[in-house]
T-cell receptor
Framework: EAGVVQSPRYKIIEKKQPVAFWCNPI?????LYWYRQNLGQGPELLIR????????DSQLPKDRFSAERLKGVDSTLKIQPAELGDSAVYLCASSQPGLAGAVVQFFGPGTRLTVL | AQSVTQLDSQVPVFEEAPVELRCNYSSSVSVYLFWYVQYPNQGLQLLLK??????LVKGINGFEAEFNKSQTSFHLRKPSVHISDTAEYFC??????????????FGTGTKLQVIP
């Protein structure tokens, strides 16, 4: 079974430039998450999708961040314009309802963004 | 609201020695508990999870964790570590909401450094 795929793995941009990250979840996983992981911290949820609907985007900085999951499969996270503080690892995860009601998230390798 | 505390940011241990990584959580409702491992430049991988039942949970790579409700702890242990266990370990907690949204909160991580 293929895991969660993310690209690119690394991205270096100058501040004020736009950047986009792509995620392909595990086949059949209806729920998709984007997390941001700052250096020395745990992942923090940015947005969660149920199929193509964004059901929790309360932590997404909407002035510069946007996301889409048009067909309920692949997803794209965009930052425009990027700021120095956006340097972090952006993780994508996916899940489906699990046994006994517990949800287990499967993570991709992440995209390490460096903003200069 | 729920929270996770990993007091130890770094734990150095000699190869073949035992290790315990501490995790305490806070929640007003029943929870599911998880330990994830993150190897350098990779995403998070599930080590083990506690859903219900036996408080001692066994995971992959020889790790185990014990759920202690009275102490609100979920410490991770391994009787003999290997160089390949060098990684960052994240404790996580989610709501116990079967069929509903289970928001996952991650700790700040503990870096395990195995010394040859």
């Amino acid at each position: 079974e293929a895991g969660v795929v993310q690209s690119p793995r690394y991205k270096i941009i100058e501040k004020k430039q736009p950047v986009a990250f792509w995620c392909n979840p595990i086949s059949g996983h209806n729920t998709l998450y984007w997390y941001r992981q700052n250096l020395g911290q745990g992942p923090e949820l940015l947005i969660r999708y149920e199929n193509e609907e964004a059901v929790d985007d309360s932590q997404l900085p909407k002035d510069r961040f946007s996301a889409e999951r048009l067909k309920g499969v692949d997803s794209t996270l965009k930052i425009q314009p990027a700021e120095l503080g956006d340097s972090a690892v952006y993780l994508c995860a996916s899940s489906q309802p699990g046994l006994a009601g517990a949800v287990v998230q499967f993570f991709g390798p992440g995209t390490r963004l460096t903003v200069l | 609201a729920q929270s996770v505390t990993q007091l130890d940011s770094q734990v150095p241990v000699f190869e073949e020695a035992p290790v315990e990584l501490r995790c305490n959580y806070s929640s007003s409702v029943s929870v599911y508990l998880f330990w994830y491992v993150q190897y350098p430049n990779q995403g998070l991988q599930l080590l083990l999870k506690y859903l219900s039942g036996s408080t001692l949970v066994k995971g992959i790579n020889g790790f185990e964790a014990e759920f202690n409700k009275s102490q609100t702890s979920f410490h991770l242990r391994k009787p003999s570590v290997h160089i390949s266990d060098t990684a960052e370990y994240f404790c996580a907690v989610s709501d116990h909401s079967p069929g509903g949204y289970q928001k996952v909160t991650f700790g700040t991580g503990t870096k395990l450094q195995v010394i040859p």
